[in-house]
């Protein structure tokens, strides 16, 4: 699959050796499609333009072998529109109030500020109601496991970071901070955000690689008192569960009766079944690189040992098409092009299959379509996208508002069940059974459930006015 982009190209063209109708047919002939032109510099031997063109791949180098092989073309810088909207970072810090006199120094530094220093060191709770904390988190990565390129290394990471930051500022109001740390040493990142930990309300973990993304956000959530999370787990696992909640309304099946193929067992994989398990699924086949997981095979880590025991409950063993045979679901967080029409053919009537491989999904939606009576993936560019977004603006939200201790069972459960609603039952139908991520009511729903879930589960250390 091509994903489409624009460049934007500032080209010398010498008039002695070329035209401009020489440069347009031969960006047209390798699928670029000049959308504007601009004037850079105009002389008499020659004249400088800002070509943007509409290419198909951005990958495809294509477009500027073609410019450079031409008599006459100096291709003097090539830029696109993502390149462009990262120049200098994503985000920025700004006050709160201009400083403008002596007078607005001495309020927000010293003198005054020495004595909101001591009443927060009389009392720690105060430093929710006079800093920072009580609206920001940390967003914190080692590199490890960023988007589908794998280890690229904490400075490699941080465009995805910044990118993160914003979406929680945009939908959930929260200020958000990157930490790219460079370690891979689960102790050592352990340690580092628990000593930073206490200038923010929340740990959000992102890009870090299995197995040792569990045992990072196992001790953090037992060794610090604000909500820890890892949203490569449960961020995908509850936006998952939220599509198949409705997905099977569609169907008419129910949950706890549907064979479930859950297929590539890291960090989303893992999280997906646990989610499930606890929403009522009873027949779960989780399926890696070796085949299903079954009581017999040896796993050198726990998580995998544990969902060895708690599913497949006939203790099947096989692959891929083991697993998938007679299923209802397919959930697929895994690589491209694992699932054939043959694995789908072979899956029970009205079968779903979320294939959330990203970028390139276990099946081509084209392929799947005619075989599938609902399909969900994590591309943006066909329907029922299953996208994180979805979930941790929501669930940051309603954790920092009733400052929650950690982020439980029932508050994920919660915001799955809140997330599902916001498609109304008149609009869900195949193409629709998970909501858009610019739904305004996404994130004060999730809100409100996590809030709730929290408070019902003794988590919450405060009710906002707005809960009853």
Same mark, same amino acid.
Not at 12 to 40: M, N, T, Y
Not at 156 to 183: R, S, Y
Not at 338 to 361: G, K, R
């Given at each position: 699959?091509?994903?489409? +982009?624009?460049?934007?190209?500032? $080209? ?23 959308? #504007? ?14 070509? +943007? ?45 201009? =400083? ?37 988190? #940390? ?13 690229? &290394? ?16 945009? $939908? ?120 299903? $997981? ?43 092009? *694992? ?54 603006? &929501?669930?940051?939200?309603?954790? $920092?508002?009733?400052?929650?201790? #950690? ?29 858009? *991520? ?15 879930? #929290?408070?019902?589960? &003794? ?7 707005? =809960?009853?």
């Amino acid at each position: 699959m091509s994903i489409a +982009t624009t460049m934007i190209i500032r $080209l010398e063209i010498r008039k002695a050796e070329a035209s401009f109708g020489d440069v347009a047919s031969r960006l047209a002939a390798v699928g670029g499609d000049i959308v #504007a032109i601009d004037v850079i510099r105009a002389g008499k031997e020659a004249t400088t333009r800002d070509l +943007t063109v509409n290419v198909q791949d951005a990958a495809n180098g294509a477009i500027v072998q073609t410019l450079t092989s031409m008599p006459g073309i100096k291709v003097i810088n090539v830029s696109d529109r993502t390149f462009l909207a990262h120049l200098g970072g994503k985000i920025e810090v700004t006050p709160k109030m201009p =400083i403008k006199n002596r007078e607005d120094l001495s309020l927000v530094y010293t003198p005054g500020v020495a004595r909101v220093c001591m009443a927060i060191a009389e009392d720690p709770g105060k430093a929710y109601s006079l800093t920072m904390k009580r609206n920001t988190v #940390a967003v914190v990565t080692d590199g490890t496991a960023v988007l589908g390129l794998g280890d690229i &290394g904490p400075e490699a990471a941080m465009p995805v970071m910044e990118g993160k930051a914003m979406l929680f500022k945009q $939908l959930a109001d929260i200020d958000a901070f990157p930490l790219c740390l460079n370690t891979k040493d689960p102790d050592e990142i352990i340690s580092i955000v628990k000593a930073v930990a206490p200038g923010f309300g929340g740990i959000n973990l992102e890009d870090i690689a299995s197995p040792r993304c569990f045992e990072i956000e196992r001790r953090l959530a037992e060794e610090l008192d604000i909500p820890v999370f890892h949203d490569d787990q449960h961020g995908t696992s509850v936006v998952a569960l939220a599509g198949l909640l409705n997905a099977l309304k569609v169907v008419d099946k129910e949950l706890a009766d549907c064979r479930i193929a859950v297929v590539g067992i890291g960090a989303a994989g893992v999280s997906i079944c646990r989610l499930l398990l606890a929403a009522g699924a009873q027949r779960i086949y989780a399926v890696d690189r070796e085949g299903i $997981l079954h009581r017999g095979r040896e796993y050198a880590n726990a998580e995998w040992r544990w969902l060895a025991d708690a599913t497949n409950p006939e203790n099947l063993s096989g692959g891929l098409t083991e697993a998938v045979r007679g299923a209802d679901v397919f959930i697929g967080v895994s690589g491209g092009g *694992i699932l054939t029409v043959e694995h789908l053919q072979s899956m029970a009537p009205d079968n779903i299959v979320f294939a959330m491989a990203n970028p390139l999904p276990e099946i081509e939606p084209e392929l799947a379509e005619p075989h599938v009576r609902v399909l969900a993936t994590g591309r943006s560019d066909y329907p029922n996208q299953i996208n994180n977004v979805l979930c941790f603006p &929501g669930i940051f939200r309603g954790a $920092l508002d009733c400052r929650a201790k #950690a982020v439980n069972l029932e508050m994920k459960l919660a915001a799955a069940q809140a997330i599902a609603a916001v498609v109304h039952p008149d609009e869900r139908n195949e193409q629709y059974i998970i909501p858009s *991520i610019f739904n305004e009511k996404v994130v004060e729903q999730v809100r409100l459930a996590v809030i709730r879930a #929290a408070v019902a589960t &003794g988590m919450a250390r405060r009710l906002p006015p707005d =809960i009853t």
